[in-house]
């Protein structure tokens, strides 16, 4: 089976898989590399848009990283990592009300577990 481009299926979810190796070996400038290389429908799509966002977050690059994670939230309304992200570089600049509007909507539809 074919994916965008006539790249197989499985080599895209074995280039995600790795690059979400590298992320969690902290590793971030390796795989926003990677990331960047990526063709654009591929580069585009929501798990890649998450991971780079958190690969310049992780390597100072803010800009980058609210630019990723704001194209992120077009495709997917509901992320809460990525609004909680949004809400770590809010606050790191200063931003408390929107740090404080960020973390609320990365909690909404979680229930506590009482």
């Known amino acids: ?29 390796e795989a926003r590399w990677l990331l960047d290389r990526l063709t654009p429908p591929l580069r585009d799509a929501a798990p890649a848009c998450f ?3 958190l690969c310049c977050l992780k390597i100072g690059d803010l800009p980058a990283a609210v ?15 990525a609004y909680h992200y949004m809400g770590l570089i809010a606050d790191g600049q200063g931003d408390v009300r929107g740090a404080t509007a960020c973390f609320g909507r990365a909690l909404e539809g979680w229930a506590p577990a009482f």
Do not use: H
Not at 1 to 29: C, H, S, T, W
Not at 67 to 81: K, R
């Open 1 to 29: 089976m074919a994916g965008p481009l006539g790249v197989r299926v499985i080599d895209l979810l074995l280039a995600y898989e790795g690059i979400r190796r590298l992320v969690d070996g902290g590793r971030f400038k």
């Open 51 to 53: 991971l780079r966002g």
């Open 67 to 81: 630019s990723t994670l704001e194209s992120l939230l077009t495709q997917v309304p509901d992320n809460g990592y």
